[in-house]
């Protein structure tokens, strides 16, 4: 069984910078896509941001969030990542990190909470 751990959230002002982590249990190179969701109570779970292996790396971001978030993999590591910079109090969610296929994510890990307030 494959396990992602999550870590690197909490409690960030408007402005302010966080960099969640993401430790998988399992050579990640396994991985074709890997990703980052965030989830806010009664709403779906949506994409943040994506990174698909192959031509180099492929990454691709919610609109809300270009510019901001840098979605990267460590595979020395087994690790993935999400620099988020620029914080609005509209990115606070559970943020979830996934991996699988382009098709679907097959693993999830259970949330990191960020919240963005003054």
């Known amino acids: 069984q494959v396990q992602l751990v999550e870590s690197g959230g909490g409690l960030v002002q408007p402005g302010g910078s966080l960099r969640l982590s993401c430790a998988v249990s399992?050579?990640?190179?396994?991985?074709?896509?890997m990703g980052w969701y965030r989830q806010l109570p009664g709403t779906e779970r949506e994409l943040v941001a994506k990174?698909?292996?192959?031509?180099?790396?492929?990454?691709m971001y919610d609109d809300s969030v270009k510019g901001r978030f840098t979605i990267s993999r460590d595979h020395a590591k087994n690790t993935l990542y999400l620099q988020m910079n620029s914080l609005k109090p509209e990115d606070t969610a559970v943020y979830y990190c996934?991996?699988?296929?382009?098709?679907?994510?097959?693993?999830w890990g259970q949330g990191t909470q960020v919240t963005v307030s003054s």
């Open positions: 996934a991996a699988g296929n382009p098709k679907y994510m097959t693993y």
């Open positions: 399992r050579n990640i190179l396994a991985f074709a896509t």
């Open positions: 990174h698909q292996l192959g031509n180099g790396g492929m990454t």
